[in-house]
Structures are given as structure tokens and as C-alpha cells.
């Protein structure tokens, strides 16, 4: 089993910048891609981007890209997501999560976190 929590959400004023953090525990593979969804209110869960175990290979969503990076550090078994000039729509709850697969599927993640909200103010 593998766990994941994240950190570093809160309230930022548009045009600011919070780094996310997500940590994970428990029994790991190689295997695993890592990914970053968010969830607006009344919206469907989104990709916002991942990121191979290797760290070679990232990818992101049309609406973040540029704004934001995914990066990891292997000797925490950490992944980041860092989210610059942030925008009022990007208000979400934010998870991490894990991938033995797609990047870009829900269904392919079978690891969850807790979530973390995120409120970005006009």
C-alpha cells in the first residue's frame, strides 16, 4: 500500500505563487507515475500534470502550462507541484496521486491524497 500526503495549499491573491508538496510512504515501485488533479466546485476532477518515477518526462494540462511545474526529489520520495501567477480559476481542491500507467487517465491512478485546497483571490 502506498500513501501520499500533501501540503502547501491556501488562500493567494491572483498574480501569486504557492509550491505544493506531496509525500509519499509505504511500499513503492518503479513503476509509478506521479500526478497532480484538481477539483473546482461543480466541476469534474482535471489533470493538471505529471511526471515519470524517473523524472524524465513531464506533461501538463493546456491551462497551467507555462504557469506551472511538476518536479520531484528522490531522496524525500517527494513530488512538487509549484504554480506561478495563479488565477481565480484556478481555486481547487488539489490531489496527488499515483500511476502504474496513463498519465492522463483517473481510472489509471490507484493511489489517492487527501487533497489540498487552494483559493486564489481577485
Known amino acids: 500500500q502506498m500513501q501520499l500526503v500533501e501540503s502547501g495549499g491556501g488562500l493567494v491573491q491572483a498574480g501569486g505563487s504557492l509550491r505544493l508538496s506531496c509525500a509519499a510512504s509505504g511500499r513503492t515501485f518503479s513503476g509509478y507515475n506521479m500526478g497532480w488533479f484538481r477539483q473546482a466546485p461543480g466541476k469534474e476532477r482535471e489533470f493538471v500534470a505529471a511526471?515519470?518515477?524517473?523524472?524524465?518526462?513531464?506533461t501538463y494540462a493546456d491551462s497551467v502550462k507555462g504557469r506551472f511545474t511538476i518536479s520531484r526529489d528522490n531522496a524525500k520520495n517527494t513530488v512538487f507541484l509549484q504554480m506561478n501567477s495563479l488565477k481565480p480559476e484556478d481555486t481547487a481542491v488539489y490531489y496527488c496521486?499515483?500511476?502504474?500507467?496513463?498519465?492522463?487517465?483517473?481510472?489509471?491512478?490507484?493511489?489517492w491524497g487527501q487533497g489540498t485546497q487552494v483559493t486564489v483571490s481577485s
Open positions: 511526471i515519470s518515477w524517473s523524472g524524465g518526462f513531464t
Open positions: 496521486a499515483a500511476s502504474p500507467g496513463s498519465y492522463y487517465s483517473l481510472a489509471s491512478y490507484d493511489y
